[in-house]
């Protein structure tokens, strides 16, 4: 949803677009809200290419925030392995795509942070989280959490046994990350897993510690959508 306006977007992985829709409070509350137009892409089309509205191709889009100020939006690419920019248009003109970054596995959720100035992104075929800065230049994401490649449950744990392991290590384990969302003060980052007995788990910035919030099958299977409250005291 845009932070300043009653308009939200939303990716149309199917035809590999994305789109406005704009909405409005009735007079009992409810929403009443109408697709208004197509932001960029081309219906049906798959591709990688940058440019101006109908221009820009997406592959298989996924997730979409805005920035802070709502001016830009960004997105993940579930087959092309991208997070793409958008430079969203003043009313009546068309928007502007960029790669932001590109060489993931498969990117499916994202947040971004408090401060606007990273994106965390699941790559759930690399079973690691990935951090991407918004002022960067096109290039590669960095792990922060997670081991490319490997598939596990493992909290930062020390490979010798005993006490949490340090950033750096790299020997926490994911299993197929899909969802994402930070926590409101910028401490974590809640990362929901698709596997047999699906969990939550947390990623802390400052240390770079995983660890483990909810799971053991209670929460079905696919932990497909996550979302932190405004208080930070509950996870939807």
Known sequence: VHPQADELLVTDRGNNLVRSVAFTMDSEGGVVA???STVAGAAGVAGSADGTGVVARFDSPHSIVYSLDGSTAYLTEASGGRVRKIHLGREGSAAAVSTLAHGMSQPLGMALSVDGATLYVADRGDHALKAVAVAGESGAAS????????????????????????RGAKVEMFVRPWSVSASPDGRLVYIGEQREEDRVRAYDVASGR???????????????GLVAGSDGRALY
């Open 143 to 166: 792990v922060v959490a997670g081991t490319p490649t490997f598939s596990g449950f493992l909290d930062s744990l020390h490979p010798f046994g005993g006490g949490l392991q340090p």
């Open 210 to 224: 995983v660890f483990s919030l909810e799971g053991h099958g209670s929460v079905g299977r696919g932990v497909w």
């Open 34 to 36: 109408s697709v208004t």
